[in-house]
């Protein structure tokens, strides 16, 4: 009902894009959430305003008066008195069992000249009044952009994808509906792997990392740092970070190798983001062994007479061809003997950079961007910022 309701009436339309939570109660009632309101004492509270609807026919809904219902206690104004000119009073209303976090508690009356055009004049009015001194007080925002009663029951986002809508690629998105993507390996280039595709609205993110958080990492990967997250499991960590964003997501603490294949039952597309050739070998034998088309980064970088210098890698092994790519020996899948004494050297850019060019050779392996020949192995040169690549004309 939500995105019929939504695309037949453009006051809708327009109050669900500027980023108000709306949702529909089937007893007829227009319900908008997460509106910010002061109390008594001038704390900051969340409630939700509740107008009934008339059905005008062909999904067609127009306002039944001027007067809406409230679902929290006399807002107040910054100078702790409650907010004159609402009008009503405490009353109760029956929502149905999907509005059961809406309870009810009084009715506003403020009808401007003229009366209100349409829904979102207003929403936006009684949102201006009610909200406007939390507003101001303490920064808070009625457009939380949050996703209400399945306004969008086949996508992974608990807050809606106005930047797809917005840019009218709906159909390319939908590209990743059936996708579970693993992501194996949250160091530098990992953890931003992770972050762009839990972005995309691929069905589910599974990613794999059985080390800790240290202050190193916090320097290499997106988003807050919060002191207290040094010393967890990077599992964890990166859970707690996309959990709030989206559906579909399980980090787990775990390393990826023979012995832990059932985790990567279903998974359709994989991300190889290991730093030891060993690790890497094992990875890639799961993978190949259970048909899963992936892509390992690499990052090599030392110091040239001073300043830094090296090459990122992106390698894509499909499905028909991992095999004879593997043993190509395109990536490394050894330890050296000096390893133990090897400067890992990686900088925050060039591992954003090398999740950059990985995520993006996924989406275009969906058809999401163009891709004039089919690369599946990409150097980056750090010193000339140029790309060398090899692509196959027969690659599937």
Known sequence: ?????????????????????????????????DVPYLDHERKLRSGALVSKYVDAGDDRILQDDHQVFFAGPVPHGLDGRPIPNLGGGTTRLALSEGGAD???????????????????????????????????????????FRLVDGGNPTGPFKIRDTLTSRAEIGDLAAKFKDDVVAVIGLGGTGSYVLDFIARTPV????????????????????????????????????????????????????????SSAEALDGVTFAFVCVDKGSSRAGVFDVLIARGIPFIDVGMGLARKGGPLGGMLRVTYYSAKRAAELRNRGLAELADPPDDAYRTNVQIGELNALNACLAVVKFKQVRGYYLEEQPIYHLLFGLGDLKILSDAEVNED
């Not at 009015?125 to 909200?131: E, K, L, P, Q, R």
């Not at 599974?206 to 240290?214: E, G, Q, S």
């Not at 002191?227 to 603490?253: C, I, N």
């Open 1 to 33: 009902m939500f995105q019929q309701l939504v695309s037949r009436n453009d006051d809708i339309r327009r109050l669900v894009a500027k980023g108000y939570a709306v949702g529909f109660d089937a007893n007829h009632y227009l319900v908008v959430r």
């Open 102 to 144: 809406v309870v009810v508690e009084r009715s506003f009356s403020n009808k401007p000249a003229g009366g209100f055009p349409d829904f979102f004049a207003k929403i936006e009015s009684y949102v201006g009044i009610i909200s406007g001194p939390a507003i101001e007080r303490h920064g808070a925002t009625p457009l939380t």
């Open 203 to 258: 069905r589910e993110v599974r990613a794999f990392d059985a080390d800790l958080f240290f202050a190193h990492n916090a320097y290499r990967s997106p988003g807050r740092v919060d002191p207290a997250e040094l010393g967890m499991p990077k599992a964890d960590v990166y859970q707690s970070r996309y959990e709030s964003f989206r559906t579909g997501l399980r980090v787990t603490r775990q390393f990826v190798d023979a």
